[in-house]
């Protein structure tokens, strides 16, 4: 009897990243919930309606991993980090119209956090959001947190000395705090994860690691603390649960914040990160070429998900570039390792990034049709 091929995985040859262009009635909803002009009941009945229309349409066009669009978030970080307690999240409101002047447009600056006391996990976060997307498809729900480096990002000075005069204590709780987390998804059956971090980028960005320095820190061991919070979470990893981080450049509104290849962190990050992928920014050359990509472990169960298609930009990738650029990858590490996706996703907040719904829709059709041409399936 023949041996069976084996199941597919994930990452899998098509994927994304995780976060879809809310529908116009949708970001209306959102603006109107946030200044108290929608109660919360009628915005999730909305969230409900519209994620099941963005199942439907990952499912039509052949993706396996299916997410709910992040439609239930302010931001990508904002709205999870902001339910631990001792996390205090404010978002910043827009300025109250002037009497007599015409309303100005509604905007939603980045929101702020800071950690005022013991970090703590007192409820699951995303548990509601995982059933309901579960009970939506038959295929892979992915449900996509913001990493546990996220809570690191201010350094000493946003974490209260009150409540941590000791750091290690802090990153204790983050580590406590995410595996509690991960439990509970585990336990409802969730069985892919991806953390979204921007952290691991900013250390390949030269002025970034410049501004660091000058404020008496240093990147290569902010790098190793990284790592040792990341792979703290992971050591409380539920059985059946695929890890996959994200590193993100900044992806607000098609903007970005930094830049510079993957080479300054490359050695650890691939080697001592025990993630089972990574998503990795490949667009453009702000992320520099594919020769960090040596560090991959050769022949292991680490894949690496290149995103070659922009998220960002309305123009539609010449497949013949991307094939040739997948060819450039394979030169610093098997093709047999790599995925394809989107560089990033398309709404790290709310009001998305400036392109249409039909034109992330081509983009998600590439790349399942890039995927199949390249490995013969897009799982």
Known sequence: ????????????????????????????????????????????????????????????????????????????????????????????????????????????????????????????????????????????????????????????????????????????????????????????GCAYVQFDDTNFAYLCDVSMREDMKARGDDPDETLDRYIRVFNSVLAQKPAGMTFVTHICRGNLHSRWAAQGGYEPVAEKLFGALNVDGYFLEYDSERAGGFEPLRFVPRYGAKRVVLGLISSKLAEIEDRDVIARRIEEAGKFMPVDQMCLSPQCGFASSFRGNQLGEDVERRKLEQVVEIAISTWGSAT
């Open 1 to 188: 009897m023949p041996a069976s091929s084996p199941a597919p995985r994930a990452p899998y040859r098509a994927d994304h990243v995780g976060s879809l262009l809310r529908p116009a009635e949708l970001r209306e909803a959102r603006e109107r919930y946030i200044v108290g002009e929608l109660p919360a009941d009628k915005l999730k009945a909305l969230e409900d309606k519209h994620i099941r229309d963005a199942v439907k349409m990952q499912e039509d066009i052949g993706l396996q991993s299916i997410t709910d669009g992040e439609f239930r978030r302010t931001s990508f970080h904002f709205d999870f980090l902001g339910q631990l307690a001792g996390v205090e999240a404010k978002l910043q409101m827009p300025a109250p119209a002037q009497e007599g002047a015409a309303p100005a447009p509604k905007v939603f600056r980045p929101p702020q956090l800071a950690i005022t006391g013991k970090l703590r996990h007192v409820k699951p976060i995303e548990l509601d959001a995982y059933r309901f997307l579960r009970s939506a498809t038959t295929r892979t729900p992915k449900i996509t947190m913001p990493s546990p480096t996220m809570c690191l990002r201010g350094g000493r000075a946003a974490v209260s000395r009150e409540a941590y005069p000791d750091l290690e204590a802090y990153y204790a709780d983050v580590a406590a705090a995410y595996g509690a987390e991960l439990r509970a998804l585990s336990e409802a």
